[in-house]
């Protein structure tokens, strides 16, 4: 079966960085589009970041500029460095992959940024 885990969310203060990994089993994450997305309480979850399996990756406005995603296909795994952390960062990151018109998430990382 295709599993994606996050790892490394946790609590930081403002202007810090963390950096979140998702590990992919069960399928080459290299051939895959993979997302981040977010979702605070009472907002609904939206996308962060987009990395494609090939060209240029994307990502919100409210994340221009302090945010990269990245792939290491070594280690089938995807990440999020989350630079110039603010409190509206804070929400639940969730991985995401498209396999063959599929959509797959992993069980999503919790960050908290304090002000």
């Known amino acids: 079966q295709v599993r994606l885990v996050e790892s490394g969310g946790g609590l930081v203060q403002a202007g810090g960085s963390l950096r979140l990994s998702c590990a992919a089993s069960g399928t080459i994450f290299s051939r895959h589009v993979v997302g981040w997305y977010r979702q605070a309480p009472a907002n609904k979850r939206e996308l962060v970041a987009v990395i494609p399996n090939s060209g240029s990756v994307d990502y919100a406005d409210s994340v221009k500029g302090r945010f990269t995603i990245s792939r290491d296909n070594a280690k089938n795994t995807v990440y999020l460095q989350m630079n110039s952390l603010k409190p509206e960062d804070t929400a639940v990151y969730f991985c995401?992959?498209?396999?063959?018109?599929?959509?797959?998430w992993g069980q999503g990382t919790q960050v908290t940024v304090s002000s």
């Open positions: 995401y992959a498209n396999i063959a018109g599929l959509g797959f």
